[in-house]
Structures are given as structure tokens and as C-alpha cells.
């Protein structure tokens, strides 16, 4: 199956900014949705940001305006652009493919480490 694997993690300073890539070992052109997902040390997994084949993204209330979710199917990758961050938004970032509204398809990876400092 399909294997994605997170890069683009680092420390940033509150209010700056960080792109993530979620890169694909095939094509995605077959995937519908593809989804970012985030954990902070002692809360759950949540979904931040999901985008279809076709454009369409959704996103969590806290990152709504700070946050884009793209992709670009040609080189089989999922972004997902981080502006304005906050402290808030420390967590290790995962991708994955969402079914539903809370399962995935894929066994979690490694994830990219998203650190904020005040």
C-alpha cells in the first residue's frame, strides 16, 4: 500500500511560520482525501486539515485562517503551510488518510516535530 512519510518539523518562534511536506511513495492521484494530523504530548490525535483530489479542504477551528492545506499530484505530495504560530500549535504532525471522522487507512509514521516557543 501507499506509504507517506512527514518532513519539514523544526522550532520556530511564536508567530513565525513552517511548511510541512507529507511525500507519497506512489501516485495520489487515487486517493480522494488526504489529511494532516497533530499530538501534543498527553492529548489525543486530532485531524487539523484534509484536502481532496480536486481542491477542497476543510480545517480545524484553532488553525482556520493561519493554515493551508495543499497538494500537488504530480509530484505525489501533500503540504500543509503554517503561518502565525502559536505555542498552541506544538505537536508532532502526521498525514494520513482519513475514513471518516476518525478513522485512517495507513499505520501511523514518525510524524515531523512542530515545536513553538514563546
Known amino acids: 500500500q501507499v506509504h507517506l512519510v512527514e518532513s519539514g518539523g523544526g522550532l520556530v518562534q511564536a508567530g513565525g511560520s513552517l511548511r510541512l511536506s507529507c511525500a507519497a511513495s506512489?501516485?495520489?492521484?487515487?486517493?480522494?482525501?488526504m489529511g494532516w494530523y497533530r499530538q501534543a504530548p498527553g492529548k489525543q490525535r486530532e485531524l487539523v486539515a484534509s484536502i481532496t483530489s480536486d481542491g477542497n479542504t476543510n480545517y480545524a477551528d484553532s488553525v482556520k485562517g493561519r493554515f493551508t492545506v495543499s497538494r500537488d499530484n504530480a509530484e505525489n505530495t501533500m503540504y500543509l503551510q503554517m503561518n502565525s504560530l502559536k505555542p498552541e500549535d506544538t505537536a508532532v504532525y502526521y498525514c494520513?488518510?482519513?475514513?471518516?471522522?476518525?478513522?485512517?487507512?495507513?499505520?501511523w509514521g514518525q510524524g515531523t516535530q512542530v515545536t513553538v516557543s514563546s
Open positions: 494520513n488518510i482519513p475514513i471518516g471522522l476518525r478513522a485512517v487507512r495507513l499505520m
Open positions: 506512489g501516485s495520489i492521484f487515487s486517493i480522494n482525501t
